[in-house]
């Protein structure tokens, strides 16, 4: 028998309504971050009564330092704080994108970076540890599922987004939220 408690990570799900909005995002991407900074706002205008919100990492190579945030992002899900803390994590991100980004995708500062800078920027900039569960091989587990999920959707780009189960190509990040709460609403 195992000493180590298997992870668990909380789903990022916020709302209990029947209309359900799903968003699927890289955290460094700028087009994600600028839809993530929406929904909270979203979640208030339709009310939490009125819709699911669900978060979905889709980590993807040409952000280089992706997998790195994404896995620290699900480490943070799996703290007691949960979906909480994973939140306060892609909110650091969000907030100093330029400190985990390449410039233009292989230049500038973050060449000299090392995972261990970036997770340390995490930490510092959220003021969530995750280092324990991060270094658990376990936690891949939940990184297959948030890829395997979004594959068999038939998701590629960040970000893109759900409404009640089906691809909606023509939302964008750009929209206002007053557009996307009309598609959710129906």
């Known amino acids: 028998m195992s000493t180590n408690p298997t992870l668990h990570a909380?789903?990022?799900?916020?709302?209990?309504?029947?209309?359900l909005f799903e968003v699927f995002l890289e955290p460094t991407?700028?087009?994600?971050?600028?839809?993530f900074n929406k929904l909270d706002a979203l979640l208030a205008e339709v009310g939490e009564e009125n819709m699911t919100l669900k978060i979905h990492l889709q980590s993807q190579p040409w952000h280089l330092y992706s997998g790195v945030i994404v896995r620290?992002?699900?480490?943070?899900?799996?703290l007691p704080a949960g979906k909480s803390a994973a939140k306060a994590v892609l909110q650091a991100v969000a907030d100093h994108r330029e400190e985990f980004e390449f410039a233009g995708h292989c230049a500038g500062p973050n060449m000299d970076a090392t995972p261990n800078d970036i997770i340390n920027r995490l930490e510092q900039y959220s003021g969530i540890?995750?280092?324990?569960?991060?270094?658990?091989?376990?936690?891949?587990?939940?990184?297959?599922?948030?890829?395997?999920y979004s594959r068999q959707n038939g998701i590629h780009v960040s970000?893109?987004?759900?409404?009640?189960?089906?691809?909606?190509?023509?939302?964008?990040?750009g929209d206002e939220i007053s557009s996307w709460a009309k598609r959710i609403q129906g």
């Open 129 to 148: 540890n995750a280092r324990e569960p991060f270094a658990q091989p376990e936690l891949q587990n939940a990184i297959k599922w948030h890829c395997k």
């Open 159 to 173: 970000p893109t987004f759900m409404v009640n189960g089906l691809v909606q190509a023509d939302i964008g990040s």
């Open 72 to 78: 620290y992002i699900l480490a943070a899900s799996t």
């Open 29 to 35: 991407c700028p087009f994600s971050v600028r839809a």
């Open 10 to 19: 909380d789903p990022l799900v916020w709302g209990h309504g029947q209309n």
